[in-house]
């Protein structure tokens, strides 16, 4: 880990500190994900478990898929199974995953690559490990988000985007001492590759050790971090954090995460996901695979689905 670097950081386009006039989020709280299974059972980490919504909002949920070794025979996916009323954003740091849904969307993700599907109206899918990966075993590492979309969005058509892991903005930071992958959303004038209904921020960050990296955040988006790898602290009080770790910042225009200057010696450096997005605020109910705005409109999706108008699977894929 990292897949997609680059070989000279220091001639990446640089992300300059903000101004001392800019207000920095302070740390609410920093949480610990619990451990659990998912799908045919491939072990991940419920990144935002704990955390209250109204910090989330209009993120849903996240989890770190592995890291995990596979022997052969091993590697695990998901069932065909529905969604409706959000979007997924499965990002691949290391090995290979195939996507295949009931309108037509889907394909190879593999590392560094990111698979954003929007559910809206809804659809079936299936994700799992290709053959090969299934007969030879390897690594595999990444994490899926679910991203809430607003009502007047939830009922729209289905959507695929396949981004490759050479479509993201690569940038570093002030001083050259972190790597920044900006997948989606604007920052300092750079903007990723990622389209969204629901305006958000998605930023895989490798911080060397002992470097800090101070980043201009907008005002009207909410501040979360993610350790993928790694220690180190959050805030400019540095709170400590680690693997398995999320971050909850508060209002302001900056935010910091800084890399302790030791790190285990299988992990060289801090791996960070920055988030942030504009709050929806609207209702949310979530049940399952479904995230609505109303409980008649959860029971609507279940009868949809039911009833075989969220699709059906291909039939060569039966």
């Not at 935010?255 to 450096?269: M, N």
């Not at 609505?292 to 689905?305: I, K, P, T, Y």
């Amino acid at each position: 880990m990292p897949a997609i670097t680059a070989e000279n950081p220091l001639a990446l386009p640089r992300v300059d500190v903000p101004a001392e006039r800019a207000a920095a989020r302070p740390v609410l709280t920093v949480t610990t994900a619990p451990k659990g299974f998912e799908g045919e059972g491939f072990p991940v980490r419920r990144a935002f478990a704990g955390i209250d919504h109204r910090h989330l909002d209009p993120f849903i949920m996240m989890d770190q898929m592995g890291e995990v070794e596979y022997a052969p025979g091993e590697p695990k996916g998901t069932p065909w199974h529905p969604h409706r009323g959000f979007e997924t954003v499965t990002y691949l740091i290391d090995g290979s995953f195939v996507h295949r849904d009931s309108a037509g969307g889907g394909g190879v993700i593999n590392d560094g690559d990111t698979q954003w599907m929007t559910a809206g109206s809804g659809l079936l899918h299936i994700e799992a490990p290709p053959e090969e990966l299934v007969v030879s075993g390897g690594l595999f590492h990444g994490l899926q988000l679910w991203v809430n979309l607003p009502a007047k969005d939830k009922m729209s058509p289905p959507r695929y985007q396949d981004i490759g892991g050479g479509q993201v903005k690569l940038l570093a930071s002030a001083d050259g001492g972190a790597l920044l992958r900006l997948i989606a959303g604007d920052l300092a004038g750079h903007r990723g590759p990622g389209v969204t209904h629901t305006p958000i921020t998605m930023i895989h960050a490798t911080v060397g050790p002992g470097a800090e990296l101070t980043l201009p955040w907008r005002e009207d988006f909410n501040a979360l971090a993610y350790v993928l790898a790694g220690r180190g602290t959050v805030g400019t009080d540095r709170r400590p954090i680690e693997l398995g770790q999320a971050a909850v910042y508060g209002p302001g225009s900056s935010l910091t995460v800084r890399a302790d200057a030791r790190q285990d010696s299988h992990t060289p450096d801090l791996e960070v996901v920055l988030l942030g997005g504009r709050p929806i605020r609207e209702p949310v109910a979530h049940y399952g695979p479904f995230v609505m705005n109303s409980h008649a409109e959860l029971v609507q999706a279940f009868e949809d689905f039911k009833a075989g108008r969220l699709g059906r699977v291909p039939a060569d894929r039966l």
